[in-house]
């Protein structure tokens, strides 16, 4: 169960789209992967919505694998993006791992975390310092960037998610989210959260220290 709204603001971001919307408008064959083109894509992400919690998690190593290999924003990541941030309301997103006893939904907030952190302003501040014109209008990684507050609606009602695991990927990932210009109203409220106590925030994830590609 998680809230369906949060004082961080999220009805004044644009609407996420529905992912079955995402998932049939999307040209995948066109787009860039790591390993080619984006085929086959929409069977990995149809995964993610298998009654099986394993199912799921491998599905997300996949979606990883193939579209932020080596912590790298191809023309696939967009849309695969908006599709998971779609499927955190979606009734397998409470799926739980057995091992564990944690809702799926925070495997795919911390995949968001993830791939958010490849395109966020430290990563793209290096990267721009060597390859000027990486962030110009309508290049793969100015496009992605240009999805946070979409994103950012979908992950700001699990701002006080009941599960501390869902809870805690959704400060990070709204985090990252936040250091678009246009989400900047929300940084003191979320800068609350980053300020709690020590033993209750959030754990680090081998994942969110991505190498610079």
Known sequence: MHESRS???????????????????????SLE???????????????????????????LSELGEMVNHQSTVYEATAPVA??????????????????????????????LVSTSYAASDEIVG?????????LTPGTTVAAFRDLRPVLYRAVAPFLRDSHEDVREAAVIAAL?????????????????????????RPRPQPSLRPKCP
């Open 126 to 134: 290096r990267i721009e310092q060597w390859f000027p014109g990486f």
């Open 82 to 111: 908006l599709c998971v941030a779609g499927i955190l309301t979606h009734p397998a997103a409470a799926n739980l791992r057995a091992y564990r006893n944690v809702p799926i939904r925070a495997a795919l907030l911390n995949w």
């Open 33 to 59: 992967t790591a390993f080619g083109n984006g085929e086959d894509l929409p069977d990995v992400l149809a995964r993610l919505l298998e009654p099986d919690p394993k199912v799921q998690v491998t599905a």
């Open 7 to 29: 004082s961080a603001g999220a009805s004044r971001e644009p609407d996420v789209p529905p992912y079955r919307v995402v998932l049939a408008e999307t040209d995948w064959g």
């Open 176 to 200: 990252i989210l936040a250091e678009h210009p246009a989400l900047a109203e929300h940084r003191d409220h979320l800068a609350v959260h980053a300020r709690r106590p020590a033993h209750q």
